[in-house]
Every structure is written in structure tokens, then in C-alpha cells.
């Protein structure tokens, strides 16, 4: 696969990433809220858009390219946030395998 090179200067967004932290509430289910994890340099791409059809509403799913440096605790399940936007991470890569930068493929949520 071809691979352009990143600019390390579009890294320009910052970023929480956080994880998803589950506490048993004592009735035999979870309490679900996010924990930081770290504060990110990212660049964000907007890649598609599309509808999807719920109970009469039709609601925009947005998927972004987030790219920010290289780091071994970005994984799949994992959110980023940034002034009040939530970008659900879906999958992560090393784009050249050189552990310099991730590329994450994530949805806003809306």
C-alpha cells in the first residue's frame, strides 16, 4: 500500500484520548464513564459522511482519519474528544511500520 509521509506539522488538534472504565453498580450490572489516558497532538480528517435511517430520523454518520504520534496504549474501543466532539476510534495501524505515527479510523458520534 502506498504511503504518503505525514506532516508532523498538521498535528495541530489536541486531543483526549480516553478509555472506557466499567464499575460494577451493586445491582448485577456496570457503570460505564471514560478515563484520560493522555493529552494528544492529532490531525483530523473528515474521509465520508452518510445516513442512516432510525425510527423516522435519519441521522449523519461522520468517519474520520485521525493521525497523532506513534503510541502503544491507542487501541480499538478507545475515544478521542476534543471540545465536546467524541470520535469513537474503530481501528488503529502504523501506516509504514517505523512506530512514528498511528493512523486511526474513527466515527463521530452526533
Not at 20 to 26: C, I
Not at 29 to 52: C, H, M, N, Y
Not at 82 to 103: A, H, Q
Request: proline content about 5%; glycine content about 6%.
Amino acid at each position: 500500500m502506498a504511503y504518503s509521509s505525514v506532516d508532523p506539522g498538521k498535528l495541530r488538534h489536541r486531543l483526549s484520548l480516553e478509555f472506557q472504565n466499567e464499575q460494577p453498580d451493586g445491582s448485577g450490572g456496570f457503570e460505564t464513564d471514560w478515563k484520560l489516558v493522555a493529552d494528544v497532538w492529532g490531525a483530523i480528517e473528515p474521509v465520508t459522511i452518510s445516513r442512516q435511517m432510525e425510527v423516522g430520523t435519519e441521522n449523519p454518520q461522520i468517519a474520520h482519519k485521525i493521525t497523532i504520534r506513534w503510541r502503544d496504549d491507542c487501541l480499538p474501543q478507545m475515544r478521542f474528544t476534543k471540545s465536546g466532539r467524541v470520535f469513537l476510534i474503530n481501528t488503529v495501524f502504523d501506516p509504514d511500520e517505523t512506530k512514528r505515527y498511528l493512523i486511526c479510523s474513527c466515527e463521530e458520534l452526533i
